[in-house]
């Protein structure tokens, strides 16, 4: 069974930075990356990394999220930069065990908030 572990988060005003990270244990997983959710909307993918490195990103981050890995720590990295109210949400490492998207997801974190304020 695999295990995710968030970190970072936090509060922050428009215009700064932040970086959550998320850490895998128990096993090798494939494809990572986060999603979020703020209250009243769906869960959204907001980014997403393969083992190889092929990133993909939602519209409302491209130019302001970078998405890394680092392999051999089976760890996934989310800078968040210029932040806006509107990225305010719970953001959820997930993960998925086979080969494909991060549209299907086998393993969640247990989410972490970040706040942005104006």
């Known amino acids: 069974q695999v295990q995710l572990v968030e970190s970072g988060g936090g509060l922050v005003q428009a215009g700064g930075s932040l970086r959550v990270s998320c850490a895998a244990s128990?096993?090798?997983?494939?494809?990572m990356g986060w999603y979020r959710q703020a209250p009243g909307k769906q869960r959204e993918l907001v980014a997403s990394?393969?083992?190889?490195?092929?990133?993909n990103y939602a519209d409302s981050v491209k130019g302001r999220f970078t998405i890394s890995r680092d392999n051999a720590k089976n760890t996934v990295y989310l800078q968040m930069n210029s932040l806006k109210p509107e990225d305010t949400a719970v953001y959820y490492c997930?993960?998925?065990?086979?080969?494909?998207?991060?549209?299907?997801?086998?393993?969640w974190g247990q989410g972490t908030q970040v706040t942005v304020s104006s």
């Open positions: 997930a993960a998925r065990a086979g080969w494909g998207s991060l549209q299907v997801v086998n393993y």
């Open positions: 128990g096993s090798i997983v494939n494809a």
């Open positions: 990394i393969s083992r190889a490195g092929s990133t």
